[in-house]
Structure formats: C-alpha cells, structure tokens
C-alpha cells in the first residue's frame, strides 16, 4: 500500500511552527551542584541542598525569573569562623581610630548607663579632643573601657552598661559598634574593615591578640570554603542570595565581597548618613518600633528581611509574613538567628555552635527541613547533657519554641565532630 505523499509546503509549515515553538520555549539552563571535590559536607546534607538547588532553581519547571527564590546568610561563624565586627574593632583601638565624641559626651553613642558613661569619661576624656581618634594605643585605660562595655556589656568595675543589653530585637552592643563609627564616611568604614579582614585573614589559625588588659581575643578569621561555594551555586542556580548581619553595614559589605555578593544584597546595622556624608550616632528604624530598638538581631533580622528585601510596609515587617513572601533558604549559627532561620520556607541549614535556642529547633525539626550541619574546621564535639529545650526561656524571659510556637521537648546532640570528607 503506498502512503500518501505530502506537499513541501506544509511540510515546510510545520517545520516553521516548530521553529517558533522551541524558539519561545528555549531549553533550561543546567543545574550547578556544590562542588564534589570540596570536602565538609556532611553527605546527607550536601545531597539536600543538591536537590534544593535542582527543585526551586533556574532549572526547576516552577522557576520564576521575575520573583527569583531568596536565600539569606548569616555572616559572622556562618558563612567565616570568628566575627568581622570584633576584628574590626579591634583595628579600630589598635589604629586610634574611634573619634572622641563631641563635647566627650559619651551618652551619644548609645543608651548607656550612667555609670558606663562615667567610666568612659574617666578613662578616655584625655585620650583625644572631640572629633580627634582616641589615642587607644597608648591609653590602655581608654581601649580597656571601651573593650569591656562592647565585648562584657559592663564596666572595667563590673557595673552594668546597659539597662536592658539584650531583647528580641537588639543587642546594644553590637548596635554600639556602629555608632562608634560615626564622625566616618561609608569609604572610611570600608576601608578599616577591608584593613581588618586581611590583617586576620593572613593570621595563623588560632592566633590571639591582646588589647589593653584584655587577653586572648580571636585575632583571624577564615572564610569557609563550602560556604562560598554554596552561595556561588545558588547564585549560578538563579537565586536571590542575601547577607543579614548584626556587624555594621559598611563592615558586613566588605566582607560580603569576599564571596561574590554586592553590597546592595548586604544588611546589616544601618548608621544614619549625614548632610555631610559621614555617619551620625542614630539607627535607621525598622517596623513602627522607636528607631534604635531594633537592629539586625534575633527578630529584628525578620524585620529588616521583610522591610529591605521583601518591601513590606512597616506594619508588617515584625511579623512572620506568608510563605510567598519569606526566603526559601536561611543559614546561621546563633540564638541571634532563630527567627530569620525558622522563616525560611524549604531548608534552614545550622552550623552547630551549641547554641540551645538554635539546636533545640534544629533537632526538634518540626518542619522536617532543619540541616544541622558541624563547623567546617575545628568543629565542637558532642554536647555531654541534652539541650535544655523544655526549660529555656528567651531574651523576653518566655519558653522557647519552635517555628509552629509549640515547646519543644530537650534535644540530644547528634551532629558533631568532624564532617565525613
């Protein structure tokens, strides 16, 4: 039986259809994996964020590169072991590079108590005059009181400095690190956090400094090698990938860098910029709270998430928002991290610092989504007792609880030692 012949032009038709068909419909890029070679995951978890990136990235079905999925990092002892705010302070006393504050009126810089702010006059009124670095150099009195309120949140005679240091949204010394900065510009700032990170960058691992009377500071950081090539995977995948740190703005930017993120994809604790370009002593606001009050920590994390990224009016931006608004991924270390982690709508990956509030969610797991994950080097070994999960209260003094607002029953730690290879 001879089959029907079809005419060149429809043929021809049918070609050009297709044609336009594949050309509206092009192909989805590859897929990029963390990389094989690079030792430190623990398999199953490199096997999860593997299947993250396959299923929510650019070359998942769903993608959409209009409302690209968000993924946000805390930085200090997440993304580097050790703190580049503490780093930078450090450079800051051992430059004399903390500006007297004007009329030395130290209530300036922060709601300090009477008793810290007489403390600092004591030691630091002679170091400089007003607007001039502070020779903290050479004044180990000055360094020593500066030091103390920012690294004990109390005087060198052991009084208070603040009347409430810590609550869910702000921890006044980390918001202090960024005041000081001001009489800087944003340049300046940079500069010294640049000076910082390579001066502890190039240090030997467990090196230590001395400041004052004040022994054995972490004096390096380093840069986990997993980390940055997780952010690189995720950014080749078509992600949105953010830095929201309690460090200062400019400090957290320069850092940022070292793996690929901009600084218009940094948050961290914002300084009011001047008429004259220089920072200033008061905290950009955030949610409808009294500017100051809140700051990247612990649930302000979450407001400046849903205020700086997500757009959300200030209403809304302490409240969890829905799952269409919030970051499908979140990683950190510390109790400071809870409610930005537990945001995180597909995976939330924790490095295990011991930290009770953090481990508790992490093992309890209610989600079925939490990564515990140990440190890339030197990691900790096996807390001995269970995580206090049942009777541990927060910064508000109430039980702590999981990403549903359930107690949690007390954890054992079962993730720790060194990652498998």
């Known amino acids: 039986m001879r089959t029907a012949s079809v005419p060149i032009a429809a043929l021809l038709a049918v070609a050009a259809i297709a044609s336009c068909h594949d050309a509206a419909s092009p192909s989805r890029p590859s897929v990029r994996h963390l990389d094989p070679g690079l030792p430190g995951w623990l398999p199953q978890n490199r096997a999860r964020l593997d299947a993250l990136l396959e299923s929510r990235g650019a070359s998942s079905p769903g993608y959409d590169p209009v409302h690209r999925p968000v993924a946000t990092f805390d930085w200090d002892n997440t993304m580097m072991r050790n703190d580049i705010g503490d780093a930078t302070m450090a450079w800051l006393l051992t430059h004399d590079a903390i500006l007297q504050p004007p009329g030395r009126d130290w209530s300036l810089?922060?709601?300090?108590t009477p008793a810290a702010v007489q403390a600092l006059h004591a030691a630091c009124d002679a170091a400089a005059e007003p607007g001039r670095g502070l020779a903290t150099?050479?004044?180990a009195g000055c360094a020593d009181a500066i030091l103390s309120v920012y690294s004990d949140d109390k005087t060198m005679a052991g009084e208070p400095a603040w009347s409430h240091a810590v609550t869910l949204t702000t921890h006044e010394s980390y918001a202090w690190l960024a005041r000081l900065l001001a009489g800087h510009t944003p340049a300046e700032v940079a500069a010294a956090a640049r000076a910082a990170y390579r001066q502890d960058a190039q240090a030997p691992v467990g090196a230590t400094r001395t400041i004052g009377t004040h022994a054995g500071l972490p004096a390096y950081v380093r840069i986990y090698p997993a980390m940055r090539d997780l952010v690189g995977a995720l950014q080749a995948d078509g992600f949105d990938v953010w830095i929201v740190s309690a460090s200062p703005q400019h400090v957290s930017e320069v850092?940022?860098?070292e793996v690929g993120i901009a600084a218009d994809h940094v948050v961290g604790v914002r300084t009011v910029l001047g008429a004259d370009g220089r920072l200033g002593y008061g905290l950009e606001p955030c949610g409808e709270a009294p500017a100051g009050s809140v700051i990247t920590f612990?649930?302000?994390?979450?407001?400046?998430i849903?205020?700086?990224?997500?757009?959300?009016?200030?209403?809304?931006q302490l409240a969890r928002?829905?799952?269409?608004?919030?970051?499908?991924?979140?990683?950190?270390?510390?109790?400071?991290?809870?409610a930005f982690v537990q945001d995180a709508t597909a995976l939330k990956l924790v490095i295990n610092r011991n930290r009770v509030q953090l481990m508790c969610n992490a093992y309890?797991?209610?989600g079925g989504s939490w990564l515990v994950q140990p440190m890339f080097f030197d990691p900790l070994p096996k807390r001995a007792d269970p995580y206090p999960c049942s009777t541990t209260l927060d910064a508000a003094g109430a039980p702590i609880v999981d990403e549903n607002g359930r107690p949690m029953g007390d954890q054992q730690d079962s993730?720790?030692?060194l990652p498998v290879p």
């Open 255 to 257: 850092v940022a860098g």
């Open 415 to 417: 993730v720790f030692g």
């Open 306 to 316: 849903n205020r700086v990224i997500f757009g959300q009016p200030a209403a809304a």
């Open 298 to 304: 612990n649930q302000g994390k979450r407001c400046f």
């Open 321 to 338: 928002a829905d799952a269409a608004r919030r970051q499908v991924f979140a990683a950190g270390d510390s109790d400071t991290d809870v």
């Open 137 to 139: 150099r050479e004044s």
């Open 364 to 366: 309890a797991n209610a």
């Open 109 to 112: 810089t922060g709601p300090l």
